[in-house]
C-alpha cells in the first residue's frame, strides 16, 4: 500500500515568491494528482502526471519516477494562491483508489 | 456541464438520526467516489463504484454506512444511525476511466454534516 509524505506541512511567502511544494511517495504509481483545496473547501483538481513535467498558467508539476517524488511549483505567488494543495497516489499500482497526502497549507501574503 | 453536484450542501442532525447525502455525477462519467474528509484524518476514500457496480467499499467505517448506485446518474451515502464522530465534509468525485492511465477525478462541493 503507498504511503504519501508530503512537505512542507504550512507554507508561508510573500507575493511573488516562487514556490515549492514536495510529495514522496513509497510505492510505483502509473499517476500522481495534485488538488487544491480553496478556503471555501471546494476541490480541484490541478494536475495529474504520469512522468516528465506539465505546466497550466503559473502552475508546474514535475515528477520523477525513479525517484518516486513529485513537485509542484507556482511561479509569481499571489494571494490567490493561499489553498491546501494535496498530493494523491493511487493505492496500488494501476488502481483508481487514491491515498492522499495530508497537504501543505500555503499562505501568500501581500 | 454543471460539474459533480452533491446534497444537501449542509445538514445538521441529531444523534441517532438517518442521513442520505445524494450525488450526481458528470454525465458521461463511469466511476464515482466518495470521500470523507476530517481535520484528524484528512481526506480518505469510503467507497468506489464503476459502471454503478462497487468496487472497494474498504473504507467504509462500520455497517451504519451504506451507499447506492442505483444508475449511472445518482448515488446516495446513507449514515444509519448517525453519530457525533460522523460529523465532517462528505465529497463526492467522478471520473471518465477510458484507460488505467487517465483517471482525473472531478470534485463535487461537499456536504458539511454536523452530528449533535
Known amino acids: 500500500k503507498n504511503e504519501v509524505e508530503q512537505s512542507p506541512q504550512n507554507l508561508t511567502a510573500q507575493e511573488g515568491e516562487f514556490i515549492t511544494i514536495n510529495c514522496s511517495y513509497s510505492?510505483?504509481?502509473?499517476?500522481l494528482h495534485w488538488l487544491q483545496q480553496h478556503p471555501g473547501g471546494g476541490i480541484v483538481s490541478l494536475f495529474m502526471l504520469s512522468s516528465g513535467k506539465k505546466k497550466h498558467g503559473r502552475l508546474i508539476a514535475t515528477i520523477n519516477i525513479q525517484e518516486k517524488h513529485s513537485s509542484l511549483h507556482i511561479t509569481a505567488s499571489h494571494p490567490r494562491d493561499s489553498a491546501v494543495y494535496i498530493c494523491?497516489?493511487?493505492?496500488?499500482?494501476?488502481?483508481?483508489?487514491?491515498?492522499f497526502g495530508t497537504g501543505t497549507r500555503l499562505t501568500i501574503i501581500p | 456541464d454543471a460539474g459533480v453536484i452533491q446534497s444537501p450542501r449542509h445538514e445538521v442532525t441529531e444523534m441517532g438520526q438517518e442521513v442520505t447525502l445524494r450525488c450526481k455525477p458528470i454525465?458521461?462519467?463511469?466511476?464515482l467516489f466518495w470521500y470523507r474528509q476530517t481535520m484528524m484524518r484528512g481526506l480518505e476514500l469510503l467507497i468506489y463504484f464503476n459502471n454503478n457496480v462497487p468496487i472497494d467499499d474498504s473504507g467504509m467505517p462500520e455497517d451504519r454506512f451504506s451507499a447506492k448506485m442505483p444508475n449511472a446518474s445518482f448515488s446516495t451515502l446513507k449514515i444509519q444511525p448517525s453519530e457525533p464522530r460522523d460529523s465532517a465534509v462528505y465529497f463526492c468525485?467522478?471520473?471518465?476511466?477510458?484507460?488505467?492511465?487517465?483517471?482525473?477525478?472531478?470534485f463535487g462541493p461537499g456536504t458539511r454534516l454536523t452530528v449533535t
Open positions: 468525485a467522478s471520473s471518465l476511466v477510458w484507460d488505467r492511465d487517465s483517471y482525473e477525478q472531478y
Open positions: 454525465s458521461g462519467h463511469n466511476s
Open positions: 510505492v510505483g504509481i502509473s499517476a
Open positions: 494523491a497516489v493511487p493505492t496500488n499500482f494501476g488502481n483508481e483508489k487514491l491515498t
